[in-house]
Nanobody, 115 residues
Framework: QVQLVESGGGLVQPGGSLRLSCAAS????????MGWYRQRPGKQREWIAHIRPSGHPEYADSMKGRFTVSRDNAKTTVYLQMNNLESEDTAVYYC?????????WGQGTQVTVSS
């Protein structure tokens, strides 16, 4: 079992930046692929990025350039740096841990981009 706790969300103005964090309870964190997803109002949950145990990141095409995923295995934490935020980025952002057939989700953190 893996418990994931996201933090770092909040209200930010257009053009601003936020860094989301996701702390994992699992001591085998380094063996998990860690991902970020978001769910915008009235939309389905969508994949943003993930980072493999090797540290190799992958991004959805629409997310490339403004979002950066990283991980710190010593801190069992994955991060999502978000720059040049737009109102369309307003969403609940979720962290995901995946290994084999096992998938775990955090409770989500709200990001609101508004002036």
């Amino acid at each position: 079992q893996v418990q994931l706790v996201e933090s770092g969300g909040g209200l930010v103005q257009p053009g601003g930046s936020l860094r989301l964090s996701c702390a994992a309870s699992q001591r085998l964190f380094s063996l998990f692929a860690m991902g970020w997803y978001r769910q915008r109002p009235g939309k389905q949950r969508e994949w943003i990025a993930h980072i493999r145990p090797s540290g190799h990141p992958e991004y959805a095409d629409s997310m490339k350039g403004r979002f950066t995923v990283s991980r710190d295995n010593a801190k069992t934490t994955v991060y999502l740096q978000m720059n040049n935020l737009e109102s369309e980025d307003t969403a609940v952002y979720y962290c995901n841990a995946q290994r084999g057939d096992n998938n775990y989700w955090g409770q989500g953190t709200q990001v609101t981009v508004s002036s």
